[in-house]
């Protein structure tokens, strides 16, 4: 609902940037800038720009509509996993090695994705916390944004933050949208840099490169809904191969190797 708004009221959006696109062409060449009009307006073309922001908000849409299918989906791996115990015992012929490694990765992955989504929900809360006091249209759409993007690190922030602080600047103007891109900063490097590391501990590290390369993948593999899920897909991957000892050299590979660093710095400090 509060898309189909946003994109109804995008005219308006749009007009609104083009006059403060205008102003500012005309207070560079009251300063003595000279600037090609047509130069311009392609290079700072609202309309462009407006719309860019309503097509990926539609693709966000198209992508919360399947919400329901992955949940019942979720749904029926929960359903499984109660029996899935005695399959794997009566598989392997009641050995245990198995199930060892099986607890280990499913305890990682649980304490992974119950700490991720505690740290996004803090920060879509206080996303829209500050949405509301500086009252920006749509703040729940911008704040559930915020929250779904958390779980991209690097990228995902300022993805989030971008449509936002564009709106803030249209409707309040560019003090109020310097104070939320400030906020979002401040917000993201709290949670992200300070409070997940010591939240999430060693091993669910990822390299730069691994996070471009699992944008790029699963984005082909399944579309917007894969670019979302990419980073939880790739680090449920790593924490299985770091759960076997002959595949957790190819886990230690895909880290950044700070926090494999630091473990073994430790470890051989130990008397």
């Known amino acids: 609902s509060s898309i189909r708004e946003f994109r109804a009221d995008l005219p308006e959006y749009q007009a609104r940037l083009l006059i403060m696109s ?6 560079l060449v009251g300063k003595g800038i000279a600037l090609d009009p047509a130069i311009w307006q392609q290079s700072f073309n609202p309309n462009v720009a ?12 198209n992508v919360m509509t399947n919400a329901f299918l992955i949940l019942l989906t979720v749904i029926f791996i929960l359903a499984e996993e109660v029996g899935f115990r005695e399959k794997l015992l009566n598989a392997r012929g009641g050995g245990q090695d198995s199930l060892e490694g099986l607890e280990s990765f499913t305890d990682s992955v649980n304490r992974y994705l119950a700490i991720k989504t505690l740290l996004s929900l803090a920060t879509g809360l206080l996303v829209l916390l500050v949405l509301w006091i500086l009252d920006v249209d749509y703040p729940v759409m911008w704040a559930l944004l915020a929250f779904l993007l958390n779980f991209v690190p690097t990228v995902g922030s300022f ?9 803030a600047l249209i409707q309040l103007g ?24 010591r939240w999430m ?5 990822l390299s730069p490169l691994v996070v471009f390369l699992s944008l790029v ?27 076997d000892s002959d595949t957790a050299w190819i886990g230690i590979m895909l880290g950044s190797g700070k926090a494999q660093l630091r473990v073994t710095q430790r470890q051989e400090d130990e008397p």
């Open 22 to 27: 205008n102003g500012v062409q005309q207070w």
């Open 50 to 61: 407006m719309q860019l922001v309503g097509n990926t908000l539609a693709s966000f849409g």
């Open 159 to 167: 993805l989030a933050a971008v449509p936002a602080v564009l709106l």
């Open 174 to 197: 560019p003090i109020e949208a310097g104070f939320l891109g400030m906020a979002y900063v401040v917000i993201n490097l709290v949670i992200g840099n300070v409070i997940e590391p």
């Open 201 to 205: 501990g060693k091993g669910l590290n």
């Open 217 to 243: 993948f699963w984005g082909w593999v399944l579309g917007p809904v894969g670019m979302l899920l990419s980073i939880p897909l790739t680090i449920l991957v790593k924490i299985a191969l770091e759960s």
